[in-house]
């Protein structure tokens, strides 16, 4: 059966044509399991894709008007069956679905790739064929940039991770990912610990991962997961100024054509100092210094002294010290308002790794000032904070605190519970949070519940991650997998430079698209996607759509939590 059409407009834009939304990836046995239909259906049957043999048969909920995509939709339940195998699900009327697997390795392969893409953003590196396979290329970005405020005065800055679809690199969504990912492997280390990545530091000490020298302990080995995170930590080391202050971004004055990233040969520029950039650094800094303290207590100390260098700087500079991209730049800003909650996490993170009281009192000071206490994006981190504060075992750690921050994510929890449960595709999402990125939207949301369930110590909203994982991979209203190379109708034509450039049909596996945008921003987008498109519908798979397609590394990472929690 044809299950998809071609838009005359762009005929490389693929559109699906099925009423069956599943999860391409599949489902795990014991857990929840939905198909969302939008058309009229009584019942459903579960057929094994092998033997065309009927399996199971259940009837279909008629759900009703879905606000956000404006679909009358149904849902088929098959929750209780739960025997592993690759099945179709086929209506009364005869409509059948993509085929899916039950099995309990299912998020395996996706949650492997969201985290292997990583590797294929990072700059100034050989990506060689061992390792990247036909998505290999020369190494980029390796000449020495230079500083915005005196271009006579060079660093080198190379490694670190692209950004997103350009070839820039910032601090502030830089330390959201690496936040995202560390509080992955600190509360599910037995997901990620072992993880086989095949990159460059594979088998290696940790202490070769560090310094490349040839000879290591190898009982100290580090993980793959942490191997590749520190590949953006060691970046971050270089863009520390001597007086502790922290560069805000490294980039070209202007974005790339898309040519490959060894092509993109203009000046890389050293944007200046941020408050933000600097509070973010030195969080994630001591952050990251007590989880590699097991592998290598030398990285470890290097980490916790460059995070204190930077908070002497935030007691040295006390206001508010923003960015704005200079006129001819039209590189990625990451401006923000107000630096309260990026030195609440930054003195938390500190306090936690020091046990100094002196950092204790500055983060209970900042609690006095408004702002979001379970923000988990680049411009909203008081979440990372009082997530860590929670996790932490400090003997004198107030009981109090914890209690309300507790409270705090419960709360939220319960409230996108709400959101869901009125959604028929299960999304915790309102009308407003389809912006640009929305899939990073859906997974902090992800994020939040499992957050909850880990601090409750029950599976209570395990349900409600798996249905926002389920979105992610299928079940919504585009019928869109907006992981590459995951399921058979998968995003493929992400907003990203190599991806175009390399000439190659198949996309690089692992990339999460920004997802649906009510409010399209950029002038394909505009024309693909008409006035009054209902806001999950705002989608086109389209290279040159970045307010609906592009990938950043700061959407990756909430992939990862979320798929490592479900795992």
Same mark, same amino acid.
């Given at each position: 059966?044809?299950?998809?059409?071609?838009?005359?407009?762009?005929?490389?834009?693929?559109?699906?044509?099925?009423?069956?939304?599943?999860?391409?990836?599949?489902?795990?046995?014991?857990?929840?399991?939905?198909?969302?239909?939008?058309?009229?259906?009584?019942?459903?049957?579960?057929?094994?894709?092998?033997?065309?043999?009927?399996?199971?048969?259940?009837?279909?909920?008629?759900?009703?008007?879905?606000?956000?995509?404006?679909?009358?939709?149904?849902?088929?339940?098959?929750?209780?069956?739960?025997?592993?195998?690759?099945?179709?699900?086929?209506?009364?009327?005869?409509?059948?679905?993509?085929?899916?697997?039950?099995?309990?390795?299912?998020?395996?392969?996706?949650?492997?790739?969201?985290?292997?893409?990583?590797?294929?953003?990072?700059?100034?590196?050989?990506?060689?064929?061992?390792?990247?396979?036909?998505?290999?290329?020369?190494?980029?970005?390796?000449?020495?940039?230079?500083?915005?405020?005196?271009?006579?005065?060079?660093?080198?800055?190379?490694?670190?991770?692209?950004?997103?679809?350009?070839?820039?690199?910032?601090?502030?969504?830089?330390?959201?990912?690496?936040?995202?990912?560390?509080?992955?492997?600190?509360?599910?280390?037995?997901?990620?610990?072992?993880?086989?990545?095949?990159?460059?530091?594979?088998?290696?000490?940790?202490?070769?991962?560090?310094?490349?020298?040839?000879?290591?302990?190898?009982?100290?080995?580090?993980?793959?997961?942490?191997?590749?995170?520190?590949?953006?930590?060691?970046?971050?080391?270089?863009?520390?100024?001597?007086?502790?202050?922290?560069?805000?971004?490294?980039?070209?004055?202007?974005?790339?054509?898309?040519?490959?990233?060894?092509?993109?040969?203009?000046?890389?520029?050293?944007?200046?100092?941020?408050?933000?950039?600097?509070?973010?650094?030195?969080?994630?800094?001591?952050?990251?210094?007590?989880?590699?303290?097991?592998?290598?207590?030398?990285?470890? /100390?290097?980490?916790?002294?460059?995070?204190?260098?930077?908070?002497?700087?935030?007691?040295?500079?006390?206001?508010?010290?923003?960015?704005?991209?200079?006129?001819?730049?039209?590189?990625?800003?990451?401006?923000?308002?107000?630096?309260? /909650?990026?030195?609440?996490?930054?003195?938390?993170?500190?306090?936690?790794?020091?046990?100094?009281?002196?950092?204790?009192?500055?983060?209970?000071?900042?609690?006095?000032?408004?702002?979001?206490?379970?923000?988990?994006?680049?411009?909203?981190?008081?979440?990372?904070?009082?997530?860590?504060?929670?996790?932490? /075992?400090?003997?004198? =750690?107030?009981?109090?605190?914890? /209690?309300?921050?507790?409270?705090?994510?419960?709360?939220?929890?319960?409230?996108?519970?709400?959101?869901?449960?009125?959604?028929?595709?299960? =999304?915790?999402?309102?009308?407003?949070?389809?912006?640009?990125?929305?899939?990073?939207?859906?997974?902090?949301?992800?994020?939040?519940?499992?957050?909850?369930?880990?601090?409750?110590?029950?599976?209570?909203?395990?349900?409600?991650?798996?249905?926002?994982?389920? *979105?992610?991979?299928?079940?919504?209203?585009?019928?869109?997998?907006?992981?590459?190379?995951?399921?058979?109708?998968?995003?493929?034509?992400?907003?990203?430079?190599?991806?175009?450039?390399?000439?190659?049909?198949?996309?690089?596996?692992?990339?999460?698209?920004?997802?649906?945008?009510?409010?399209?921003?950029?002038?394909?987008?505009?024309?693909?996607?008409?006035?009054?498109?209902?806001?999950?519908?705002?989608?086109?798979?389209?290279?040159?759509?970045?307010?609906?397609?592009?990938?950043?590394?700061?959407?990756?990472?909430?992939?990862?939590?979320?798929?490592? *929690?479900?795992?």
């Amino acid at each position: 059966m044809d299950t998809t059409y071609f838009d005359e407009r762009t005929p490389n834009v693929k559109k699906f044509s099925l009423p069956i939304f599943v999860n391409q990836a599949g489902y795990k046995p014991e857990s929840i399991k939905r198909a969302v239909i939008k058309e009229k259906a009584s019942h459903f049957s579960l057929i094994n894709a092998d033997t065309c043999v009927t399996v199971y048969k259940g009837q279909c909920t008629h759900f009703g008007l879905d606000t956000n995509s404006q679909d009358d939709v149904y849902i088929a339940d098959f929750s209780d069956f739960k025997d592993c195998g690759t099945y179709c699900l086929v209506t009364d009327t005869n409509v059948s679905s993509l085929p899916f697997q039950i099995s309990d390795t299912v998020f395996d392969n996706v949650l492997h790739d969201t985290i292997k893409a990583f590797y294929f953003l990072r700059c100034g590196l050989d990506l060689e064929e061992k390792h990247a396979g036909k998505f290999g290329h020369s190494a980029c970005h390796t000449a020495k940039a230079v500083l915005w405020e005196d271009q006579t005065i060079s660093h080198d800055i190379t490694g670190g991770w692209h950004d997103a679809g350009d070839y820039g690199r910032y601090i502030t969504a830089g330390a959201c990912a690496l936040a995202h990912l560390l509080f992955a492997y600190k509360m599910y280390p037995k997901k990620l610990k072992n993880l086989s990545l095949n990159i460059p530091e594979s088998n290696a000490s940790a202490c070769e991962v560090l310094s490349g020298d040839t000879v290591g302990n190898p009982s100290c080995r580090l993980p793959d997961f942490l191997a590749e995170c520190k590949y953006e930590l060691l970046w971050f080391l270089k863009m520390q100024r001597e007086d502790g202050g922290v560069y805000h971004k490294a980039t070209t004055l202007r974005h790339a054509p898309f040519v490959m990233p060894e092509e993109d040969r203009n000046t890389m520029l050293i944007f200046p100092v941020s408050s933000m950039a600097t509070a973010d650094f030195a969080a994630v800094c001591a952050m990251a210094s007590g989880i590699y303290r097991e592998f290598d207590s030398v990285f470890a /100390d290097t980490l916790l002294t460059a995070a204190e260098k930077s908070a002497h700087w935030l007691e040295q500079n006390p206001d508010f010290l923003g960015f704005k991209n200079p006129d001819g730049c039209n590189t990625g800003e990451y401006g923000e308002r107000d630096d309260k /909650d990026n030195r609440f996490w930054a003195y938390t993170e500190l306090y936690i790794a020091t046990g100094k009281e002196f950092y204790h009192d500055r983060m209970k000071a900042l609690l006095k000032m408004k702002f979001p206490l379970t923000g988990l994006g680049f411009a909203a981190v008081g979440g990372f904070g009082t997530l860590s504060y929670l996790l932490c /075992d400090r003997e004198n =750690a107030s009981m109090e605190l914890k /209690d309300f921050f507790k409270e705090c994510f419960l709360d939220e929890a319960l409230r996108l519970k709400e959101l869901s449960d009125s959604c028929g595709y299960g =999304a915790a999402m309102a009308e407003e949070d389809y912006i640009w990125g929305s899939n990073m939207s859906l997974l902090k949301h992800g994020m939040i519940f499992a957050i909850a369930d880990y601090l409750t110590g029950t599976d209570t909203y395990l349900p409600y991650a798996t249905l926002q994982a389920d *979105y992610l991979l299928g079940v919504n209203a585009t019928g869109y997998s907006y992981v590459t190379g995951t399921g058979a109708f998968c995003c493929n034509y992400p907003h990203l430079r190599p991806a175009h450039a390399d000439g190659i049909e198949e996309c690089i596996p692992g990339m999460v698209s920004g997802g649906p945008n009510r409010h399209p921003a950029d002038a394909d987008a505009k024309i693909l996607i008409p006035e009054g498109t209902p806001p999950m519908k705002c989608f086109a798979d389209d290279v040159g759509c970045y307010s609906l397609n592009e990938i950043t590394i700061y959407w990756n990472s909430p992939a990862v939590f979320v798929l490592a *929690y479900l795992k």
